[in-house]
């Protein structure tokens, strides 16, 4: 059984710094990727990373934020810096098992003076 949980959010100022940590257990994963979301808006890719290291970003975290993983321990993390107001979002940890999606419970990160 799948089971991503993710830790680390809360309230920062602009121009700070966040890490977000995520636990997965269930499987072997190939890919783990962090989403975000804000009410009223889909669910956005933020990054991934895959098994050997290879990292991809969305242009608006690309240079801020950067993922990085654990294979021994299942984590992946994300930590991200200069962060903006509009970097406010309920953050996901996201995956792909045998072609069933699964996902975290979400961890708000929230970006305010």
């Known amino acids: 059984q799948v089971q991503l949980v993710e830790s680390g959010g809360g309230l920062v100022q602009p121009g700070g710094s966040l890490r977000l940590s995520c636990a997965a257990s269930g499987s072997i994963f190939s890919f783990l990727s962090w989403y975000r979301q804000t009410p009223g808006k889909q669910r956005a890719w933020v990054a991934t990373i895959g098994s050997g290291g290879s990292t991809s970003y969305a242009d608006s975290v690309k240079g801020r934020f950067t993922i990085s993983r654990d294979n021994a321990k299942n984590m992946v993390n994300l930590q991200m810096n200069s962060l903006k107001p509009e970097d406010t979002a309920v953050y996901y940890c996201?995956?792909?098992?045998?072609?069933?999606?699964?996902w975290g419970q979400g961890t708000q990160v929230t970006v305010s003076s």
């Open positions: 996201h995956t792909v098992v045998g072609g069933t999606l699964h």
